[in-house]
């Protein structure tokens, strides 16, 4: 499975986007999905992650209520609805395949998780 990232842009404070990734191949709809990001010189971290079946989700506490993470497995798409955005939320958005098949809980770290996007840049102005 290969996963492109978009979606990203330059927003003020307040405003919305939404990232989508789609992924190449057959098996998407038998993992669980994650939502990352970066900001410049910090760690990458946890934002949101999805089950495979979409019945699950869980959230850092940062985006909780802010933050939609949805997924289409016939479209083998995963997504990111950011809303009421802050600076603070500037950052790198990767989204990533989960290693583990049917998985069982939503995992928030990112070495649970196998392949990797190529990054979409959200930039929140003041």
């Known amino acids: 499975v290969q996963l492109q990232a978009s979606g990203g842009g330059l927003v003020q404070a307040g405003g919305s986007l939404r990232v989508s990734c789609a992924a190449s191949?057959?098996?998407?709809?038998?993992?669980?999905m994650g939502w990352f990001r970066q900001a410049p010189g910090k760690e990458r971290e946890f934002v949101a992650a999805?089950?495979?079946?979409?019945?699950?989700?869980g959230y850092a506490d940062s985006v909780k209520g802010r933050f939609t993470i949805s997924r289409d497995n016939a479209k083998n798409t995963v997504y990111l609805q950011m809303d009421s955005l802050k600076p603070e939320d500037t950052a790198v958005y990767y989204c990533?395949?989960?290693?583990?098949?049917?998985?069982?809980?939503?995992?928030?770290?990112?070495?649970?998780?196998?392949?990797w996007g190529q990054g979409a840049q959200v930039t929140v102005s003041s």
């Open positions: 990533a395949l989960d290693r583990d098949r049917h998985g069982r809980v939503v995992r928030t770290i990112p070495s649970t998780y196998a392949q």
């Open positions: 999805i089950s495979w079946s979409g019945g699950n989700t």
């Open positions: 191949g057959r098996t998407f709809s038998l993992y669980n």
